[in-house]
């Protein structure tokens, strides 16, 4: 079965300050797909990151990072110098080939940002 | 480009009273996804059609629950009749359909039941 696990229901921190957002997922397939996405208030899921199983090479893209680990099964994400208006909620997905690509969501993290 | 269009955006309606929820896929995308998203949870599969076909309806609630894609592009997610524990909010997604393929959301409906 496939699971991802955000174990932080909230956090908040003060502008500027840098903030991880833990991600743990399950599987036994080998070829997965693993992302990150962000919904504000407005409601939409907005896309931010894609990894494959294959690829443990972390990426930085702008005041975003995001740290795979295949030996903690882990997909950590960090946002540098962080602003208001990086409040939102963010989940953490995982998509199997052998599971018809569907999406397992985490349970989200929910930042709040403060001035 | 547009993305995914979901209407309405908000709908109240008393218990046991029918109601559609409408979807508009980006375009060419040929995989759509519902999901059902309750509060202070993630998003959960309801359904996933590849053109016209659904593929994976396992976690769709049949005997209240229905869902069409016409002709491979637009969707209705049907309710009928509503009970209390369908307030949640309904989204749908579409993508490619390639491997591994990222998922693009609109902006959901925020059903309440009373």
């Known amino acids: 079965a496939q699971k991802v696990t955000q174990a932080q229901t909230e956090i908040s921190v003060v502008e500027k300050e840098d903030v991880t957002l833990d991600c743990v997922y399950e599987t036994r397939d080998t070829t997965y797909y693993l992302f990150w996405y962000k919904q504000p208030p407005s409601g939409e899921l907005v896309f931010l990151i894609r990894r494959n199983s294959f690829d443990e090479q972390n990426e930085i893209s702008g005041r975003y990072s995001w740290n795979f680990q295949k030996s903690t099964s882990s997909f950590n994400f960090t946002i540098t110098a962080s602003q208001v208006v990086d409040s939102a909620v963010y989940f953490c997905a995982l998509s199997v080939r052998n599971y018809g690509q569907n999406f397992v969501f985490g349970p989200g993290t929910r930042l709040s940002v403060l001035p | 480009e547009a993305g995914v269009v979901q209407s309405p955006r908000y709908k109240i309606i008393e218990k046991k009273q029918p109601v559609a929820f409408w979807c508009n896929p980006i375009?060419?995308?040929?995989?759509l996804y519902w999901y059902l998203q309750n509060l202070g949870q993630g998003p959960e599969l309801l359904i996933r059609y590849e053109n016209e076909e659904a593929v994976d309806d396992s976690q769709l609630p049949k005997d209240r629950f229905s869902a069409e894609r016409l002709k491979g592009v637009d969707s209705t997610l049907k309710i009928q009749p509503a009970e209390l524990g369908d307030s949640a909010v309904y989204l749908c997604?579409?993508?490619?359909?390639?491997?591994?393929?990222?998922?693009?959301f609109g902006a959901g409906t925020r059903l309440s039941v009373l």
């Open positions: 375009s060419g995308h040929n995989t």
């Open positions: 997604a579409s993508s490619d359909g390639q491997g591994g393929d990222i998922q693009y």
